[in-house]
């Protein structure tokens, strides 16, 4: 089914009835015990559309590389609990599985436990941690040492936007609509700086609480700003849609931009009409890409033939990236713990990750500062690519 070079997927080849040959190991299991990727999973609560698919997407990496005959010989085994999106939960089901499961590596739900975990994280030293946030705080390899994440950070991701938005049109006029969240706030006050910085006006910074409410004095204010782009983040959808709407009664022509957590292809459709144009970054290729050379979006379809949400491909990524890390330290010979494993997961350069995201990837840091453009088209109900992808200098 599959063929995978050692060190990625630049080599896999799709084939009927082919054996799967991935580089974890092969054969029969050997001597060893499993290697645990444990995980505080928000499988209900407000982030359960997330966790759902983050837990499909972990679950699958975890078969396809069992079915390959494991890491190195080794089971992996994915070991997780429900939080509901709650940080003393997730703490609590972090105690518990590091007692009973000894994890190597772990997923956590959120930048709130990410943070509040990182000194336990570092006094177990035994594992490396990746998880649902890209806070730009936690990119930091000084006072995170253990942890990564599978994408660009929030400051990387408008960093992109930024970049497209220069390119498209110099000197364009942009304004920020963003919660009043740790999540909303984290990336607005440097990418002020760094739209200057591409020769970009910021007119108008807009603050709202996140979920449907009253926008419409923001909305009014957006107007008298006129920007050419506004840029939303720190939201899942509402009020996204409600800010759109009113916008473009008022005859207003801004382009619309959301981050990572807003460009999932099932929830911009359920806008209808109002989602066409309606663009932002992803550090992912969608589910239904089936552009170039990406055997292993191929093999997701394969295994599910339904749609698989973005963040499906963020839990299936970073289980990817993790293993990597893991092959990496038993094939030289170290034990696994949390510094040895971070070390081979930032040796990782120029690696093919079989499509999921369109150009090679290197995680010198805590980050990965790629993502490409995409745009809502409504006839084909679809997010399709409005750029080439974009590599933001390490």
């Not at 938005?165 to 440097?190: C, L, N, Q, W, Y």
């Not at 939303?232 to 990572?260: C, D, L, N, W």
């Not at 239904?288 to 963020?314: C, F, H, V, W």
């Amino acid at each position: 089914m599959l063929t995978m070079t050692r060190r990625g997927f630049g080599g896999l080849a799709l084939g009927a009835g082919a054996a799967a040959a991935l580089p974890f190991g092969g054969g029969a299991w050997a001597q060893g015990a499993d290697i645990v990727l444990g995980g505080s999973i928000p499988m209900t609560g407000v982030f359960a559309f997330a966790g759902i698919g983050i837990h499909a997407g972990i679950s699958d990496y975890v078969k396809i590389v069992n079915d390959a005959g494991g890491i190195k010989g080794r089971k992996l085994r994915f070991a997780f609990e429900d939080t509901a999106y709650k940080v003393d939960a997730s703490v609590a089901v972090f105690n518990k599985l590091v007692a009973q499961e000894k994890p190597t590596l772990y997923y956590g739900d959120s930048t709130g436990f990410s943070k509040t975990i990182n000194p336990e994280l570092e006094r177990n030293g035994g594992m490396i941690m990746a998880g649902a946030s890209f806070a730009s705080e936690l990119n930091d390899p000084k006072k995170f040492p253990l942890q990564f994440m599978a994408g660009p950070d929030y400051t990387e991701m408008v960093g992109i936007l930024l970049r497209y938005i220069a390119k498209e049109k110099p000197g364009a006029k942009v304004a920020f609509v963003h919660s009043d969240t740790e999540f909303g706030r984290d990336p607005i006050a440097t990418s002020e700086k760094k739209a200057v910085e591409q020769g970009l006006k910021v007119v108008e910074k807009i603050v709202t609480p996140p979920g449907s409410v009253d926008i419409s004095t923001e909305v009014l204010k957006l107007r008298r700003a006129a920007p050419d782009f506004t840029i939303f983040h720190g939201y899942v959808m509402a009020p996204i849609p409600e800010f759109i709407a009113q916008a473009k009664q008022m005859g207003m022509t801004s382009r619309f931009m959301g981050t990572f957590w807003s460009m999932d292809n099932s929830m911009v459709q359920k806008m209808g009409d109002l989602a066409d144009g309606f663009m932002g970054v992803m550090p992912y290729r969608y589910y239904y890409d089936t552009e170039g050379n990406a055997p292993m979006l191929a093999k997701i379809r394969q295994m599910r033939p339904e749609y698989q949400s973005t963040a499906y491909m963020q839990g299936f990524l970073t289980a990817m990236l993790m293993t990597e890390a893991v092959k990496r330290t038993l094939e030289s010979g170290q034990d696994l713990n949390g510094k040895t494993l971070k070390a081979s997961l930032n040796s990782i350069k120029d690696f093919d990750t079989g499509g999921i995201i369109g150009v090679p990837i290197s995680i010198p840091g805590n980050s990965i500062p790629v993502g490409r453009i995409y745009r809502a088209d409504v006839q084909k109900k679809l997010m399709v690519p409005a750029s080439d992808w974009i590599k933001l200098e390490a």
